[in-house]
């Protein structure tokens, strides 16, 4: 278990799949909240979610 920041792992998934979202003439838009907890977890195991 780790501190892990919901923001940035977040932005990181929006990353990876936003090149195959545009292929498909998607948008990925997103809108962070201002204040998001570090929570503790498995922050690989969050990403694949």
Do not use: N
């Not at 990181?12 to 003439?25: D, H, I, P």
């Not at 948008?27 to 204040?35: A, G, K, Q």
């Amino acid at each position: 278990m780790e501190w892990i920041d919901l923001r940035y792992v977040v932005q990181q998934s929006v990353q990876k799949v936003s090149l195959k979202a545009r292929e498909k003439g998607l948008e990925l838009i997103v809108h962070p909240l201002e204040s998001v907890p570090f929570i503790r977890g498995d922050g690989v195991r969050i990403e694949q979610i």
